[in-house]
């Protein structure tokens, strides 16, 4: 059983335009949600997080919101950049087990110029 | 500040064969983890390690042993070595405190292939 779903694998959008990337999670458990970019030959890099007991984290461009109720995250891209074109992996973890961080299967975002 | 270093980058195996992945990390972080990432997929735990003598079983260990003789180095054996092994490794380290937050750095990787 999957407890962490991108039901999307790839997007496509404008440059300028905004990207939403989604995240579904099955597991109540889970404190911390994370977003991870990675390039081509690349590891990944984090992102940007959110805690469970808030419901939007925004860093510069990058902003994240979380729907407990509905067991949901998503990630928005405002304006998006042909170097924002990636894939980017939704993440969660149980604070008490910190190590053990479970990762959705990704999806790829292409910026068009 | 090199952060997290994988070797080798690229490594082919014949099926039977054993080699360590190597992984070292100059954070001072106390958690690192092995992940595997196959296409298409996300990225599958293999072990992790909360501090040095400490190591656990994630999602997938079988084939798999790890040790934690310091805090800088986590090395990633496989044992005898299967073409479902193929796959790109990932190597990632985090700090204790605050890790929901900051999340892991990631090594840039070892393509392995079995054939």
């Known amino acids: 059983d999957q407890q962490v779903k991108q039901n999307s694998p790839s997007l496509s959008v404008q440059e300028g335009r905004i990207s939403i990337l989604n995240c579904d999670y099955t597991n109540s458990m889970f404190d911390y949600f994370l977003w991870y970019k990675k390039y081509p030959a690349e590891g990944p890099t984090f992102l940007i997080s959110i805690s469970s007991i808030k419901d939007k984290n925004e860093d510069g461009r990058f902003t994240v919101f979380l729907n407990k109720s509905a067991k949901h995250l998503s990630l928005h891209i405002v304006p998006s950049q042909p170097g924002d074109s990636a894939v980017y992996f939704c993440a969660a973890s149980v604070d008490t087990n910190a190590g053990k961080s479970t990762f959705g299967d990704g999806t790829t975002l292409t910026v068009k110029p | 500040n090199a952060g997290v270093t994988q070797t080798p980058k690229f490594q082919v195996l014949k099926t039977g064969q054993s080699m360590t992945l190597q992984c070292a990390q100059d954070m001072n972080h106390e958690y690192m983890s092995w992940y595997r990432q196959d296409p298409g997929m996300g990225l599958r735990l293999i072990h992790y390690?909360?501090?040095?003598?400490?190591?656990d079983q994630g999602e997938v260990p079988n084939g798999y042993n790890v040790s934690r003789s310091t805090t800088e180095d986590f090395p990633l054996r496989l044992l005898s070595a299967a073409p479902s092994q193929t796959s790109v490794y990932f190597c990632?380290?985090?700090?204790?405190?605050?890790?929901?937050?900051?999340?892991?750095?990631f090594g840039s990787g070892t393509r392995l292939t079995v054939v």
């Open positions: 990632a380290s985090s700090r204790e405190q605050g890790m929901g937050s900051y999340g892991y750095t």
């Open positions: 390690s909360v501090g040095a003598g400490i190591t």
